[in-house]
């Protein structure tokens, strides 16, 4: 949790949403990305290693639980790999802060076939609304809501098979990473934390 305060040190969207992608430093300011790796560089400062590295470890293990529950021999990190902070108040932006649109993951962004969302804080706790729903492909109607926890792990197929949303947070702010997977080593994200 303290490493992605880190990754928003030098952004934070215009609206309710901001993403700071751990593979290509991109950091959410204002309505659009910057580099944050390139910003810290040029300001003679780096992310913490130890904290650089118990992510990578995060990564890793949650690489192989799926392997393991899906029954699968290979299994490589796609992009994207990314924090996520959505609050309450502000009003969208841009189409990317409309986080509350049914979608689907490989319709959005191609690269991979399973999708982990690791929860960093608590529904009701810590924000209220920005539920996960699974909805019906045929209907739209909401058939399953997952109400996140601090530390749930959250695993899905990321196709046709799988579309959703999460509810508008109408209250505190909701803290993700996600973390995507594919099974085709050409579509692997080689690139590691730095």
Known sequence: FRFRCGGFTGG????PVSIFDTASGAVSRGDKFVQLYGMLEEDGKYLNKSKL?????????????IKT???????YPAAPAFFSEIKSGPEA??????????????RQYGSFI?????YLNSHEEDY?????VFVDRKTGAAQQTIQPKA??????????????????VTEGTR????????????AQNSRRLP
């Open 12 to 15: 934070g969207g215009s609206g």
């Open 53 to 65: 590295a118990t992510f990578q470890s995060v990564v890793d293990r949650v690489g192989e639980y």
């Open 69 to 75: 529950k899906m029954g699968l021999t290979m299994l």
């Open 93 to 106: 932006e841009q189409l990317n802060d409309e986080y509350w649109h049914v979608h689907i993951d490989t």
């Open 114 to 118: 399973y999708t982990a969302l690791l």
């Open 128 to 132: 209220s609304g920005g539920e996960f």
């Open 151 to 168: 530390g749930m792990l959250l695993v899905f197929t990321s196709g046709e098979e799988n579309p959703h949303h999460i509810q508008k």
């Open 175 to 186: 803290y993700a990473v996600t973390i995507s997977w594919t099974c085709a080593k050409q």
